[in-house]
Each structure stands twice: as C-alpha cells, then as structure tokens.
C-alpha cells in the first residue's frame, strides 16, 4: 500500500458579506447608443475622456460603444504581477504638484491595499505602464491598467480611504451599486437626482458579481450621492429625505445611513483584491464558471476558475490554496498525494465525499 500523504486543511470561512467588483463580459446585447452629456471636466482628466459616476474616467464616447465593447476585458487590464508603478507631479509650477506630505498620504493609501492584496506600488523606474498622481480640484482615476500613462488625480488629500477608492478603481474595481444585482437591495430614488446625472447610477450589463452585495464597500455610493435636495437626507420637501440611494428592507436598519462609508476598506473589498492579485500558488474552482474563457490568462485565476474539482485539485501546486469561488455543496473528500489547503471564498461552502 502506498503512504500518500493526506494534509489537506478544510477551510470554509464564513464570511458573510460581499464583493466590490462589477465585472462585464462580451456576448450580452449590446444596449442602444445613449449619448450621455458630459460632468463638468475637472483639472488632469485628459482630452478625449470624462468623467462619469463621478470619479471613473473612461474615452468620450464609452456609451456610445456600448458598455460590453468597452468594459468586458476589463479583467485583461490587471497590473501584471500586481506592481503598479507610480509617479507623482513633483513640479513645483505645476497646477497638479503634489507636496512631499501629500504624497505620503498617498503612499499610505497604497499601502492598504498593499496589506490585503499581492498588490506592490513602486515609484516608476522606466515602465510603460504606470499612475501618474497629480492633484485636482477633484477625485478621479480609471479603471484598471489602461496602458502607458494614466492620472489619478485627488482632491481630497487629507482622507486616506477617498484616496484607497481612487485607487481601488486604478486596480480595476468599479462602483459596488453599480452592480446588476442592485436591485435586490438598495433602491435608486429617480425623483431626488437631476436628469444629467441620472447617468451615474445605471448598473452595469451583466456581472461577474463577486460574493454577496457589499453595503460596507469602499467602492459604494453614499445615500445623498449626486442628490439635487439640499440638506440630504432631512429635506422633508423631497421624497425619502432627499436620498438618492435608499437600503431596502431588512439591510436598512444596518447599511441606511452607513453605505458609502470612506474610513476602511470592507472585508469583501480585501477578499475580492486578493483573489483578483492572488498569490502565485492560488488557484479557483466555480463549477458554475461564468468566466470568459477566450481571454483566459491562465486557466485556474480568478476570472478564468476550473470547473472541475478533480481537474482543479490536479493543478493547485503543492502547498497552494484552492479557492471554491461560489458557495455550494462540493465533492472533495479524496486522497490527496500533495499538501494543499481549500477554501471557501464566499459564504459558505460544504465538502462531501463521491
Ligand atoms: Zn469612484
């Protein structure tokens, strides 16, 4: 009888809430051209680009192209390896200069994300690839790596989470209440949002929504975001206080007044960052894959899981994790001739013999 060794660690963690990623994939129906009018364009969003939900700068015409065309390889956009060179505006007569203290505030920020995630900021020494940080009359940054030079720009200095979101989008994260389950839980107060900013709270075409809705994001609106009532949320002149985001029912008591929150990054945005920069020797299963196979970068990620328990055990390196992605029932008792620990990525997972 062979000795094969049996060290498998059965993790299921029973984290209860949610993931701050929106993700979009190719295939859907393209929707009709909605030409949106465009925010006002604050200092260091570049020509040919605007602002929208915002703070996200995408090209001119990104509704034109219709979301998927412009969304779905936003997952390509990762920064290789997770390092994200950065510079800052250290030009004095720069309108965009960003003083040594504020610039350690920054570094701060990164570092938040550096401690969840196998995410390292480096100060640029040559790479095409990198976030130019240049301050602005207000917050704003792309998502995800968009190839060559890109700004962050911030306004808000002295508040290190504001600063984490803008980041948060520079690593590929889009707005937690844009997701296209939503509507499940929060409920968009149309009548409190003047007609040209409407636009800012479409949801996303289908998603890859990661983990249960996240009312705790970072990545989430607050309940007055872009509300035309004055004294939001206790304008009895306008519909729910003026309120453009109301919590629907039983998260209300909880989440209400608490959405939108800018002092922590919430354990599902640390968990989703860490499985969209995983460490090398972390693989996923989801036996329902709703990955985009075609783009895979390499099959076991995160966005591209195996979709087979024994296939993916098979590849999960010695010592490594397997992360199942989506809660459910698993077929995992087996013998195992490697050490390798699996766990639950969200919600609660449970493992059953053949
Ligand atoms: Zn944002």
Redesign the pocket.
Same mark, same amino acid.
């Given at each position: 009888m062979n000795a094969k060794m049996i060290a498998i660690t059965v993790l299921a963690a029973f984290v209860s809430v949610s993931a701050a990623l929106a993700q979009t994939r190719s295939g859907q129906p393209q929707p009709q051209p909605t030409p949106q009018p465009q925010e006002p364009k604050p200092y260091g969003v570049p020509e040919g680009y605007m602002i929208i939900?915002?703070?996200?700068i995408v090209p001119v015409d990104f509704y034109e192209k219709g979301e998927p065309a412009a969304t779905f390889t936003t997952f390509l956009r990762l920064w290789h390896d997770g390092i994200v060179p950065y510079e800052f505006d250290i030009d004095p007569s720069s309108p965009g200069y960003v003083s040594p203290s504020r610039r350690n505030a920054m570094i701060q920020a990164m570092a938040d994300w550096e401690a969840v995630a196998n995410v390292d900021f480096v100060p640029r020494n040559g790479q095409s690839d990198y976030i130019f940080i240049q301050d602005s009359d207000r917050n704003s940054s792309f998502v995800g790596r968009q190839g060559g030079k890109q700004v962050v720009n911030i306004f808000n200095w002295d508040r290190e989470f504001i600063m984490a %979101?803008e980041l948060g %989008?520079a690593l590929g994260y889009w %707005?937690e209440q844009s997701r296209l389950d939503r509507d499940n839980f929060i409920q968009i107060i149309w009548d409190n949002i003047p007609d040209d900013k409407k636009h800012n709270f479409q949801s996303r075409q289908e998603g890859g929504e990661y983990g249960p809705y996240d009312f705790d994001s970072v990545?989430h609106y607050n309940q007055c975001a872009f509300s035309n009532c004055s004294n939001c949320p206790d304008n009895n002149a306008c519909p729910s206080g003026g309120r453009t985001i109301v919590v629907k029912p039983p998260f209300d008591t909880q989440w209400q007044s608490a959405i939108g929150q800018r002092n922590h990054l919430s354990v599902m945005d640390r968990l989703t960052m860490s499985f969209m920069y995983p460490e090398p020797n972390w693989r996923f299963l989801d036996l329902s894959c709703r990955c985009f196979l075609l783009n895979c970068i390499r099959a076991g990620d995160f966005f591209c899981p195996y979709d087979d328990m024994a296939d993916a055990v098979n590849r999960t390196p010695a010592g490594g994790t397997l992360w199942l992605r989506t809660p459910g029932t698993y077929s995992a008792l087996a013998t195992y001739n490697k050490p390798m620990t699996i766990r639950c990525g969200y919600g609660t997972c449970e493992l059953r013999g053949q």
């Open positions: 939900e915002g703070d996200i %979101h %989008h %707005h990545m």
